[in-house]
């Protein structure tokens, strides 16, 4: 490595050092007449001075700001792509996507899932842009942040007066006494200005800690970052869903069958029943429907503390009960259940009776209740009627003259029941569905709906997210970082002490503003007057 | 007198307050002849615009009782907390810098937003369940608050733009100036359109068929572009010109398309009306006016308010958005247009700080960026709100 020595002091500085480490001097060849560049106080940044090796080359290349800055662009714009149509996960959930993004909004919507963009911020491109940016924050800090510690922290008193010459804010003063510099060091130490003294120079310092923000604000990102890839390892991240009907117990998913819910009761609430929402009364009649005001599900945990013998039933004891409403997860064992959605009156039995075609009166012959989430295949009777069911759609529908059912949930139960009897030759059949009752032929019994009973299910989420005190831990670092940086600045005056005069030179990272308006109450009771702002041409 | 109309009273009065402090402020522009003297206009100026402030503070609280909830849940209470905000951020940033320029332009445009979002529906509408939280007011005041400080840095840089920008010739960038001219006419014009014929209760109802199915769409503006094949239903009213085109999404597209034409065309005609009696570029007309403001000041306060605004737009608007997300929605971040948008705004101010801090993006180009980021924050406000639906959806 080369070495620059200092033509003042002698000083073996690092190849692409600016500023001499020791006395302050500039290594520029002294440009009279230029500001001096203050960027990380002059000392070597890696990336500028080595470029040599394919290690040299790809680290120059992450920590260049001008990159960084690209990629936050490319970034930006991605983004924004994929907010021009919903995304995947808020397209139903019961179409294809190819066919509704064709149909709904046309050719572009088209070559939009074609490129993928429907499902933009999953895919590995945006992902691998998301891992640059970290990778370059990382290395630029490291690239930038070193050497600026090293030089702040083994800054020089004293300064070859070509730095002060050379720095935004400048003064010279010959005519003054030492009561004016006393009371000028005082109202520095009043503005809480950090004294330092070698030989009559002076430098005053304060709010250093601010220059550490960036750093600290990109070490709360790359955790952040990284407490987001943690998502990946399975037993850190739960993400399950699961229906329960009121009074049925479930086995809460991802729990290996440790865990059951039993639904007690689910509440739903709708706005416009109180006297207390009178006052929406206006809002109300504008909008269409009913707006819901409140819902949740009574639930109770249970846990199996039956052994493990493959085949066993699971023995349930109660380990906790309460309400899960929407802000309110109930947790158990790090895991949340949080209130998502409701199906509303889902059928949950149905009644039928058996009568006479003829009989105008339908005098029932037999009836019986079918328990639509767990049907029995065949109900049979004392009198020596049996009836069939053959065939259970729950959720029906008739697809290109076939019928089938789109779930399993019981939301438009139909049915083919058969029907056998003493009197019945072989069997009658009949389709029945909401709405609908057909024979088979020329049937001498038939089946009317009598009765059915409804109830809620609620649909509740299962999420265990063991990522979040990382993540949240960035975020507060991050946040700390930022403010650290944004809210102070780091200020510095030098006081040069020449022979027959005195020089004065101001620094800030940033607001400058601010340290001449705190300049000028430092020399207030001094005979000193304000520095001259060497930026500004022509100033008169 | 109930508390509803009161902080409708209250909110008016801080409109009628605003007013008058822009003339104050105008005033101290014109007789300054004293650099840096607290003049007694100024303090009238200044006190003006705090006294409107509590005026609307006042608003927020009586409504607030009134509904029971922060009155911050839909278009027209956030766009008007919004405002208020505003106002705050230019007190916030007046007494650091003690720019009475900075409030001739702010309050103008916090008087307009607040105008925008009286055009929209004014009741007090019941919460859905996922809103009823605290973090309902803690997210969406610190997201307001960040956006506000963050649009004073547009406010700064379009007063720098326009003292410093050459007009002795029509480049791209008088173009460019005279377009945010002719958004805040357009603006002007939608506040104006929609007064006017909501004052003659004006109210044209459309009839169409969707999947066999019979549907309806109120028209509070004449209708020049009417759901396609709409039917005019209601009597003596304009029937629709054209039809819109039918690759616009949504039950009320036709509609939304209608106010945004008639608002781009009364800002036209109100821009034309302004260019015919000045005889030259707004921009420059009202750059002769700035000769003594300081561009170097200007150029800071514009970074400044993003120095200030960007750590609170990120906690709000990143970081309680998240945690709120997180209880509500079970999971911190999900990709919701208004998300994404809110990432795009943190991007952008990023991007500027970067800009600014390591490659000396001073003056003209900051506040160039500091105009782009404006328009970031109107485009989350408004066009994700009622173009790309989602969860955020208010109106």
Known sequence: ?540 | MDLISLSGGLLYTAFVIYLIAVIFFAATIRDKQHEKKFTLMNKLAIGTTILGFIAQVGYFFTRWMASGHAPVSNMFEFVTFFGMMLVLAFIILYFIYRIELLGLFALPVALLIIGYASMYPREISPLVPSLKSHWLYIHVTTVALGEAILAVSFVAGMIYLIRQINQSQTTAKTTWLEVIMYSICATLGFVIMTTIFSSMDYNATFSYVVDEEEMTLDYQLPALFGPENGELTTEDKMDAVFAAPGWLHGAEAPRKLNTLVWSLAAGLLLYLIARAILRQRIAAAIQPLLKKANPELLDEVCYRAVAIGFPVFTLGGLIFAAIWAQEAWNRYWGWDPKEVWALITWFFYAIFLHLRLSRGWHGEKSAWLAVIGFAIIMFNLIVVNLVLAGLHSYA
Not at chain 1, 136 to 164: E, M, W
Not at chain 1, 171 to 187: A, C, P
Not at chain 1, 306 to 325: A, F, Q, T, Y
Not at chain 1, 356 to 364: L, P, Q
């Open chain 1, 1 to 540: 490595m080369n070495i620059m020595k200092c033509s003042t002091c002698g000083h073996q500085n690092k190849e692409g050092t600016t500023i001499c480490e020791k006395c302050g001097k500039p290594l520029d060849n002294d440009q009279q007449g230029t500001l001096l560049n203050m960027r990380y106080d002059g000392s070597a940044i890696r990336s500028k001075t080595k470029n040599r090796s394919i290690v040299d080359k790809i680290w120059n290349f992450f920590s260049s700001v001008k990159i960084g800055v690209t990629l936050i662009t490319i970034a930006l714009v991605a983004s924004a792509l994929g907010t021009i149509y919903p995304q995947e996960m808020y397209i139903p959930q019961n179409v294809d996507p190819a066919l509704h993004y064709r149909d709904q909004y046309g050719i572009l919507g088209q070559i939009y899932y074609q490129l993928g963009f429907h499902n933009l911020y999953n895919s590995w491109w945006y992902m691998v842009l998301i891992a640059l940016i970290g990778i370059s924050i990382f290395i630029v800090s490291i690239d930038r942040g070193v050497p600026l510690y090293k030089a702040l922290k083994n800054q020089a008193i004293k300064r070859h007066p070509n730095f002060l010459k050379r720095q935004k804010l400048f003064g010279e003063y010959t005519d003054y006494n030492t009561d004016d510099k006393t009371q000028f060091i005082n109202n520095l130490k009043k503005h809480r200005y950090k004294i330092s003294e070698e030989d009559g120079h002076i430098l005053a310092e304060k709010g250093r800690f601010s220059r550490w923000g960036p750093y600290v604000n990109h070490l709360g990102l790359i955790i952040f970052l990284v407490g987001t890839l943690f998502r990946f390892i399975p037993f850190m991240y739960v993400d399950d869903f699961v229906w329960v009907r009121e009074g049925e117990t479930a086995v809460i998913p991802s729990t290996n069958q440790q865990y059951y819910i039993k639904n007690e009761e689910f509440i739903f609430e709708t706005y416009g029943n109180d006297d207390e929402d009178a006052i929406f009364e206006e809002a109300l009649q504008n909008t269409s429907g009913p707006v819901p005001k409140h819902f949740e599900t009574n639930a109770v945990i249970y846990e199996d503390v039956s052994r493990d013998v493959i085949g066993s039933d699971p023995e349930l004891k109660e380990v906790k009960s309460g309400e899960i409403i929407v802000n309110e997860p109930l947790k158990i064992n790090g895991l949340a259940l949080y209130q998502d959605s409701y199906q509303l009156n889902e059928f949950q039995t149905m009644s039928f009776k058996l009568h006479e075609v003829d009989d105008e009166e339908e005098e029932a012959i037999v009836e019986f209740t079918v328990d639509l989430t767990d049907p029995e295949s065949e109900y049979v009777f004392d009198n020596g009627y049996r009836i069939e069911l053959n065939r259970y759609y729950p959720e029906y529908e008739l697809n290109n003259g076939e019928p089938r059912s789109v779930s399993n949930y019981p939301r438009n139960p139909g049915f083919v029941f058969f029907v056998y009897g003493p009197d019945i030759e072989e069997r009658e059949a009949s389709f029945l569905a909401i709405g609908q009752n057909i024979p088979s032929g020329d049937n001498q019994y038939k089946l009317s709906l009598t009765d059915f009973g409804v109830r809620d299910v609620s649909g509740l989420k299962i999420r265990k997210d063991l990522t979040l005190p990382i993540i949240g831990l960035g975020a507060f670092i991050f946040m700390v970082g930022v403010i650290q940086g944004m809210y102070w600045q780091h200020r510095r005056i030098w006081i040069h002490q020449a022979a027959d005069s005195m020089y004065i030179a101001c620094h800030t990272n940033k607001n400058w503003y601010g340290l001449t308006r705190e300049f000028e109450k430092m020399i207030d009771g001094t005979s000193f007057t304000m520095v001259r702002d060497q930026e500004k041409k022509n100033d008169s």
